[in-house]
């Protein structure tokens, strides 16, 4: 059976930190997952393309530093989709059921939030600007972030506790100091939970009926639901496929196989091999989506700057019903069962609409920076599995939402 | 038909930062080749760009010292294009939010009249790298020089304004000092801290319209900038009145022939908003620090020096346009040196002798200190002019002080008149011719006999004393 593990740590046991001698010992011990996308030095960071292969990473991510420095052991390189585009091509989540205790998923659209959907686990989305970007091999930089994949949130609150933060190498980070993502109590009853009510629309039956069992047993667990609207939440879709396919468009320029990647031959001047080298290194489905942004680049660009000034408005409008309800919640990402043995080619959707039909539910918080949770339903099926988000650097008191509803009413978890 | 040009200029202006632009890497393009860079300014995968505070500071300092406005909130773009020089395939630009808008220089028109050019905004940008074309054997090959990928620009664009090359001259003459005076830049056209390209268009004088346009790149003196946008006009009106319209490209100039030729041009794409470096918002207590860092400027220094110190309006532009000339002569000013004699010596003996010997003033051995001194003994009569003249000649070569090199090389002046006696007295003896001629009215011939003691003293006599005896004597024996 092949491994999900493209590449595995060639230290086969935790050895200390590299980074300034002993580790803080608050991951100790920690087995972590992670996507080549994010680089550990010397490890082939080829992000799933052709377009980076024979790329070895030079520098540690600030995320993989942080993760030294608390003790956490570096399992190795997870098989992935093409930059994290989508989930074809991987398993993402798979490395939990091959030993490792977390996995960081990069999150561009949902990735994470759907493979915990696919592996019944939780997955955490921070909120943007609160983790580090340095050294993550991006596809849209204003969107994408490191995913958190477990099956139990403490992990995933300890893991968030030691990456996030300030890093004086990413211009895009907090000034301030990273809010407070320590657990806290929650009171259902002082608690509401608003409920959008146009994120059911155009649902499958199956998954509108999860939706709202997981607002019946949000009120049955003590919390005030609150009914929102948000006309527009179907734009969240269109504005993603325009700004984060220009974005993605750009972001992959760089990618001309001079200092890494394959040459294709036969080129006469260094035109041809961009050319050729670009159309040889990108996949067919990833191509589609940089070609797509190329076109409102070049020739629809007043499409990218109406999607521009709806995001704006997009973000407002997210963080006003945030005023309303403390926490939101949404549908469970559209269930893609894994495949009957770990690493055989996932079900690839075949074309741009049908993976963003699959993320329809996850992408707004990749469009307004917000975090987002996913919990995996119950066994028994009395609890669905459904995403939790709330306002933007929220994700302290969300993780706790999320722990006080994983635990049964005398504090133990499901 | 009476044609009239429609010019306008976009100017690059490299800030002399001490790091490059997103990276820490030394702002050193000219060291040995890619030595100065790092995965950002390479942009290898996972590479972030964090912008330079200083980079940030010089560019205000230099719209501010141009009289542009920055504005709270500007933001950069990605201008995108595929090139070699460009690993990433777009160059950190900014297109729809720049740093500053307005701005203006005011200059003098050829007909004396006053004339205002307006900037349209100023942007900060990345340079790209370097491509060097060389031959391996017979197979030409192409070099990337990545040391100058990502060092700080900005580019200033004006106003259509301009109609003359004069115009263009004058205007790229003030900008540079006034930019010098900021502290931001050399602004060298010949070492390419400073590239203008120019936007030239022609239109029947007395019309408003706005023609299609010709790009001209490539001159790195502002001469050439002249001469390429007069060669332009000409070339475009014979071009219009022949029958054939003007068409949008771009054109370099070639220096040696004195002709622009059209260039293949560079494919460029649009610019969207980068989403990796953040916007830039400037808060009014900012600006007002940095104008604050800003000196008196060039026009307003001008009008001090003439008023404090008696200079003509015209040498106080003179002095006041190199703050390095003007600091040198203020230096001499205060050490009591008669600001004449000060302004004398600094333009007509000193900056041509740094100029000779290629070095810089703010760095080179005579200092204010010591020309000071030079010019005290002269004043004092220890010595005199052509001394002086020979002593400052060797002060580039010696730490010694101006009081030393005098008395190591006896340039003392002589001024006992016992001592000078005897060689006037030869003199009037040997130049009879001379003597009728000062009698019989001509006295031109006094300088003459003046001219033949001094050379009798071997340059060290006392002019003043000399001629004292000289008019004693003549007058004496009549």
Known sequence: ???????????????????GGADDGYLRGLRVALQPSISVRDWPAEAG???????????????????????????????????????????????LAEGADIELVLDLMGESRAAAARWKVSAFKPSYSLVSRLGIVGLIPSMECCGLV???????????QTVAGPDDLDFSLLDEETPDLSARTI??????????????????????????????????RGFTLKELSLPDFALFSLVHRIIGSVEASSATGRYDSVRYGPRAPGARNWNEMYLRSRDAAFGTFLKSFL?????FQFNRY???????????????????????????????????????????????????????????????????????????????????????????LSDGALLSLGEHLLSDANGEEW | MDYEAVVGLEIHVELNCATKMFCDCPNRPGDEPNINVCPTCLWLPGALPRLSEQALEKAALLCLALGAELQPLCAFDQKVYYYPDLPKGYQLSQAHLPLSRGGAIDITGEDGAPRRLRIHHIHMEEDVA??????????????????????????????????????????????????????????????????????????????????????????????????????????????????????LHTRLWDPDKKVTSPMRAKFEGPCVPDPSVPVIRLSGEWI????????????????????????????????SADPQVADFFEALAAQEIEPRTALHWLTTQLLPAVKDTRQELSVCRVTPARLGALLKMMAAGKINANAAREVLTRMFHTDDTPEAIVAAQGFTQVSDPDALGAMVQQVLDEQPAAVADYRGGQVKALGFLVGRVMQASGGKANPKVIRELLTDRLSAAE
Not at chain 1, 291 to 295: K, P, R, V, Y
Not at chain 2, 130 to 138: A, Q, S, T
């Open chain 1, 1 to 19: 059976m092949e491994s999900t593990f493209a590449f595995l740590n060639p230290e086969p046991v935790f050895q200390g930190s590299p980074h």
């Open chain 1, 49 to 95: 393309s052709v377009a980076l292969s024979g790329f070895t990473a030079l520098e540690d991510a600030t995320v993989v530093q942080r993760l030294r420095q608390a003790g956490a052991y570096l399992r190795g390189y997870t098989r992935m989709s093409e930059f994290g585009f989508g989930l074809g091509g991987g398993e993402a989540g798979a490395a």
């Open chain 1, 150 to 160: 477990a099956p139990d949130l403490g992990t995933i609150r300890k893991t968030l």
């Open chain 1, 187 to 220: 009171d259902p009853a002082a608690t509401t939970v608003g409920l959008i009510r146009e994120a059911a629309d155009g649902l499958s039956t199956e998954r509108q009926e999860a939706f709202h069992t997981s607002a019946r047993y949000l009120e049955s």
């Open chain 1, 291 to 295: 070609l797509q942004g190329a076109f």
């Open chain 1, 302 to 392: 007043e499409a990218f700057e109406a999607a521009c000034r709806i995001r704006a408005q997009l973000v407002t409008e997210m963080a006003n019903l945030c005023l309303r309800a403390e926490y939101l919640l949404l549908p469970t990402p559209q269930d893609t069962p894994p495949g009957p043995t770990v690493g055989a080619p996932a079900d690839r959707p075949a074309s741009l609409s049908a993976t963003y039909a699959q993320f329809d539910s996850t992408l707004f918080a990749n469009v307004t920076g917000q975090p987002a949770l996913y919990l995996p339903p119950t066994a028994d099926g009395t609890r669905p599995g459904f995403q939790l988000s709330g306002a933007a």
């Open chain 2, 130 to 247: 370097k491509l060097v074309h060389e031959m391996e054997g017979r197979t030409p090959i192409g070099l990337v020089d990545f040391n100058r990928a990502g060092t700080p620009l900005v580019e200033i664009v004006t106003e259509p304004d301009f109609r003359t090359p004069h115009e263009a001259m004058e205007f790229l003459k003030a900008l540079r000092t006034q930019i010098r005076y900021g502290g931001a830049s050399e602004c060298s056209m010949e070492n390419g801290t400073m590239r203008a390209d120019a936007n030239i268009s022609i239109r029947p004088r007395g019309t408003t319209q706005m023609n299609t346009k010709v790009e001209v790149k490539n001159m790195n003196s502002v001469r050439h900038v002249g001469d390429a946008i007069a060669y332009e006009i000409e070339r475009q009106t014979a071009s219009v009145e022949s029958g054939e319209p003007v068409v």
């Open chain 2, 288 to 319: 007002a620090e940095m104008r604050a860092r800003l000196p008196e400027m060039p026009t307003v220094r001008a009008e001090r020096l003439a008023t404090d110190y008696g200079l003509a309006p015209d040498e106080a532009l003179t002095v």
